[in-house]
Structures are given as structure tokens and as C-alpha cells.
């Protein structure tokens, strides 16, 4: 759908107007929009009231008067109505294809066991006819002692499959059906030993909960035909839902559930087909030291290299998280000093891998939760500079829920992206639970360093991780920015704000993070991240001006429009 479907304020009386009568002299421009509160997020942080776009490009940028260089008169006039307008967000972390496998059934994001239990008793009750009863976001923290077992949803079905995603992705819970069906028993190996297995009794037999991907499917490929038209049916079903939210980019930091040239081929078809709202840039997925990533990456690399699917970095999964003790720490955990995780990959494997990726010109993103792993990953990033001719770097470190205070000035240093998840960055009930157990006061307070990082002089970047959380999964950009902002989710005011008010970022910094900070740490802020001529045409226009308004209120303001390469993918009218 093209920008001529926006029907807000179309000027009819373009006879009349001088500007335009004048630019009939020189019709370039397609579509051009006045009358706005433009806020292009170029260095400058310039403040437009126009632009003007033909096909998929901004052609100019700047008032009113300046239009008659470059509309003429096929050239169709919008008036904004005083709408703020941003680049189109950028998310500088998501999963769209493996969110797709995910986030099916019922949503289960609630903080009581009995709640999470009545949502799923009723569900079954409401769908009879349903061969597995499917649900996701379970939240983790809810557990003192142990973990959901099998015979809990034995309760409420035994006679079906029933398997519910953890709200961090990484886990499941499931029934003693489901354990039937995939063949699992007390005799059945571990999938990953120490990293992706099942959780079982003293007997040997699966209790009932799964941890980590790969034995997550081993379970999940039985209940389902894990195949391409099963998630081609997930992404076209939250594809609409990422416009409406503003988003027009994505990093795509993992494919799962398919063969990772089988989701960027579907990416790639959706383009074709006019179907894709969203730009993916994607990375080939590692957590297998044992496997060289370099060939199947450069493989991907060369046969996905187009505007709105590409092939680009190597994502590398460094450490787990800390609920179950296998994020990376330089100091020991409070509530259990002897648990000593492995890191994924080994450091000399790392070391040698990152070194011949920077050298054939590939960027690293890395999933590293502790700040040992963030380290680690500098360490192995300024290894690779030391050792290779310069070169235009952008490596992410994503997450780096903490970050040792010596290691905070390095991202500027190294020039290394700092990504994390806004939604994240406040005192919730996981972080209040399970963190605090695991690290104490003083390090939970250190959680999050966005305004540490940005002080320093490095780039950070708002990614949602979507669809994994700790607490609450969330892929909206303005729920992330609100959160930034205050260091408290929306509802939980009362809540202190993490690492206190000092904490706090300024809504400029969190705009600038899921905009053109975020494109930079992908390499694309020569294409997108702002508003400015020669750059494609990505846009969102609000219904308030987010610099203006309660920021603890950011979270509320209305996504109008979406334009995306040119395109409408979002208009609340038609809604």
C-alpha cells in the first residue's frame, strides 16, 4: 500500500498554492508532508516541518518554502496536522521467525502459578478440538523452590499434549503426554549435556520442564510438523503487529525452528510478494563450538544480500542467564559462590573464530548476559583489531546486563554497539526475585548501564529481544523507550527506579537508541536511523510529541503511521 492512502488532511487547493505552482517548474517528488513536527535524529538533531519522498527515498527535508525546489504537479500534498514524526524504529535485537514458532496459544504472562494454571485449564476447556494445548510466557521467577512439574498439567489434561514456553524462550513446561509422544524417559541421553537437557527426578524420569532449545524441539517437532507453513503462519500473523507498533527494521539475531536458509528464504519470499513491513538484516546463529561458522555464514552471506533480506554477521551465544546459573560472572554468585558455568564457546575458540570473521570483514552481535561474557567478548573484538588491517567495524554486545566498571569505557574504545532491551531496565518481580538472590544489591544496581555506557562515549542501542524476556516479553518500541526512560515498567511506579533516578536517560538518548543508534550498531545508518536526504523513506508518525509530553505516559501515545521503503504499512484509520 502506497503513502497515497493516508488521509489525513490531503490539500486539494494546490492551484491556489504558490509553493506549489512555483515547483511545477521542477516535478521530483512524488508525495510530499507538511505541517509536521519532524524530529529527524540527525547529528545536528535538526527539527523539519517538511519532507519530500520520491519512491522509496527522502529527497528533501527542511520547512514549507524550501518544498518548491522539488514538488510539482503530480506531486500529492499531506498534511501532518502537527503529528510528531520519527524514523521508523529500528530494532536493534529481535527474532521475527523464531517469535513466529513461539508466541502461539495462550499467553500465560501472569505472576501466579494458579493464574498461569487457570489460563491454561480454561484454554482447554474453550478448544476441545485441539490436538496440543500450546502456550507461552511462563514466567520463571514464580518458582522458590524447584520447577513446574508434569503432573501439575496432568491435572488439567492428560489425555493431550500440552507444552508452554517460557517467557525467556529458553525453557518449557510440559506434560507427561508430551513426554510420551517425543519418545522421552529415563533412558533417553541429554540433548546437549550441561547445556540443553531435561530437568528429571531422582528415578531418572523428565519432571516436566525443558531447558534450552535444542531439547525444547527434540519434545516440540513431535507435537508439531515443525515446517516451513507452520511458520510462515506465525510470521504472517505478528508481521502487521510490528507495523502497528512503528517498527520498519529488524536485526535479526537467530533463526530457529527452521533451517536458517529455509527463514531467510521465507523473509525473502514475503518481500517478493509485497507481504514484508519490516527490513530483516540477519545473522547466521552459532552456539556450537564444534562447528565453524565461517563457511555456512559466508554461504548465507552471498545468497541473501537484497534491500529488505540480507545475510550479514555472525551471532555468537556466549552464556545462558542467571536463574539457572549459566550467565558468566567475574565475581561469584551470592546465593551459590560454587556454581562455576563453562561459557558456550570456549575463549580460545572464540578468540580464533572472531579473529577470521574480522578478518573476511564480518561483524559480530553476541549474547552475553554476565559480565564475564561481555569481556570475553571485548577482549576477543580487541584481539581481532590488534591483529587485522582497519576496517569499518560494528560488533553488538547484547544484553550485558552487567557490565564490570572497567570494562564500561571499552565500548567507546572499541567502537562496540551496547544493545539491550528498554523493556527490561526496571525493578520487576524477576529481577526483584531470582537477581537479587543471585547478585546482591550492589551489582543488580549496576544492571542495565545504558547512561554509563552512553557517558562514556559509546553507542547504545534499544533491542527487544522479542520474543524472549526475563519478565515481560514486549516488541513495542515505545513501551521500551518509556521504560528506559523511567527505569520502571508501565504500572509499577511505585517500584524504585532501577540503579536510581541517576539511571535515568533522557528521551532524546532512548529515541536515539532504537533509531539511528540502533542502525548504526547494523551498519545501515547510511540507509536509515533518521530523517535526512539520500536515505530511504522510513517513517512513524505519533499522535503526541514524546519530548513534550509526561514520559512516564510514552508508552500510551498512539502509532498513526507506519511508512516503510515508500509504503504504508500502518494507518490506524483502517483499523
Known sequence: MKLMMITIGLLTS????????????????????????????????????????????????????????????????IDLEGNMVLPGFVEGHMHPTAGALIMR?????????????????????????????????????????????????????????????????????????????????????????????????????????IVEVPAQLQVLSKLFDLNLEYTEEGVREWLPRFAAAGITTAHDYGIQGLGQDEGFQLMTDLAASGDLPIRVQGNFYWNDPNLDPIPPLEALREQFDADLVSAQGLKINMDGGDDAYS?????????????????????????????RADAAGINVVCHCFGDAAVRAVLDAIELAISQNPPRDRRNVISHAMLVHPDDIPRFAELGVTWDSTGAWMSLDPA????????????????????????????NVSLGSDWPAAGYISEYRPLVAIRTAVMRQLPGRDDVPPLGGEEARVSVDLAIRANTINAAYGMGKDHEIGSIEVGKLADLVVLSENLYEIDPSTIHEVEVLYTIMDGNLTWDHTKQ
Open 431 to 458: 529481577l526483584q526475585s531470582v537477581t537479587l538472590k543471585r547478585l546482591g544489591d550492589e551489582r543488580v544496581n549496576r544492571y542495565s548501564p545504558m547512561l554509563a555506557i552512553a557517558e562514556a562515549g559509546g
Open 14 to 77: 494546490l492551484a491556489t498554492n504558490s509553493v506549489a505552482q512555483t515547483a511545477r517548474l521542477n516535478p521530483t517528488t512524488d508525495y510530499a508532508l507538511i505541517n509536521g513536527v519532524i524530529h529527524t535524529m540527525d547529528e545536528a538533531g535538526t527539527v523539519a516541518e517538511a519532507i519530500g519522498i520520491k519512491g522509496n527515498e527522502i529527497v528533501y527535508v527542511g520547512d514549507a518554502a524550501g518544498l518548491a525546489n522539488v514538488i510539482g504537479i503530480g506531486t500529492e500534498v
Open 327 to 355: 550467565a558468566l560472572y567475574t565475581e561469584p554468585y551470592s546465593d551459590n559462590p560454587d556454581a562455576s558455568p563453562d561459557p558456550i564457546i570456549p575463549i580460545d575458540v572464540l578468540n580464533e573464530t572472531v579473529l
Open 105 to 209: 496459544g495462550v499467553d500465560l504472562q501472569v505472576d501466579s502459578i494458579d493464574g498461569i494454571l487457570e489460563r491454561v485449564r480454561t484454554y482447554a476447556q474453550e478448544n476441545p478440538d485441539l490436538p496440543v494445548i500450546h502456550g507461552y510466557g511462563v514466567r520463571l521467577h514464580l518458582w522458590d523452590d524447584g520447577y513446574g512439574t508434569k503432573e501439575m498439567l496432568d491435572e488439567i489434561d492428560a489425555d493431550r499434549p500440552i507444552y508452554l514456553w517460557g517467557v525467556d524462550g529458553h525453557q518449557a513446561w510440559v506434560n507427561s503426554k508430551a513426554f510420551e509422544i517425543a519418545g522421552i524417559d529415563e533412558n533417553t541421553p541429554e540433548t546437549v549435556p550441561g547445556f540443553s537437557f531435561f530437568r528429571r527426578n531422582d528415578d531418572g524420569t523428565p519432571a516436566g520442564w
